[in-house]
C-alpha cells in the first residue's frame, strides 16, 4: 500500500512524520550525490529506502517525490543497473514496483568488484605496454597493486559482513 502519506501497510496510520520522512530522504539524497551519485537517483533511491516496505510503484514515487514518470523511469534504470533496486511487476498488473533490498549495499560492491577486475586486467596491459621500468609502467604498477590490494580486502570483507550480518540480523 502507499507508505509515502504515512499510511501502513494493511490501511492503518504508521507512527510516521511525513515531513521527516522527506526531510530525511533529501538529506540522504545530498550525501549519495555528494559521494557522486546523479541528484534524482539519489532522491528515488532513499525514498524506496525509507519506505518500510521497501518497494514504491512509479507513481508513489513521483508523488512522494514530485517528479515526472520519465524522471522516475531514468532514475530506477540507473538505480537498475548499480544493482541497487530491481523491478518486480504486481501480480495480475502490468505495473511495476520498485524494490531495494537489504543487501543492495553487499550487491553494488560485488558489482564493483567486476569492475576493479576490469581495471586490474587493462592496468596490467598497460604495465606491459609501457613497461615496469619506465616512470609511467612504475605508476600504473603502483595502481595496479593498490586495485589488487582493494579487490583482496573487500573479499575478505563481504566474508567478515555476512557473518556479522547474520549474528545481528538472522539470515537473509
Known sequence: MAEPN????????????????SK???????QLVEAGMQRMPARV?????SSDSGTMTSVELGEQLRISPAAV???????AQQHLVSREREPGSRRERYRVHSDQWYEALTNREAVI????????EGVDSLGEG???GRRLAET???FEFVDGEVALMMDRWRVHRERHFGAG
Not at 577486475?117 to 596490467?124: G, I, M, P, V
Open 6 to 21: 504515512g499510511a501502513a501497510p494493511g490501511g492503518g496510520r504508521a507512527a510516521r512524520d511525513a515531513e521527516a520522512v
Open 24 to 30: 530525511f530522504v533529501e538529506s540522504f539524497a545530498a
Open 45 to 49: 533511491f532513499a525514498a524506496l529506502l
Open 73 to 79: 523511469s531514468g532514475a530506477v534504470r540507473y538505480l
Open 117 to 124: 577486475k576490469h581495471w586490474q586486467y587493462a592496468l596490467r
Open 134 to 136: 619506465t616512470p609511467a
Open 144 to 146: 595496479l597493486a593498490f
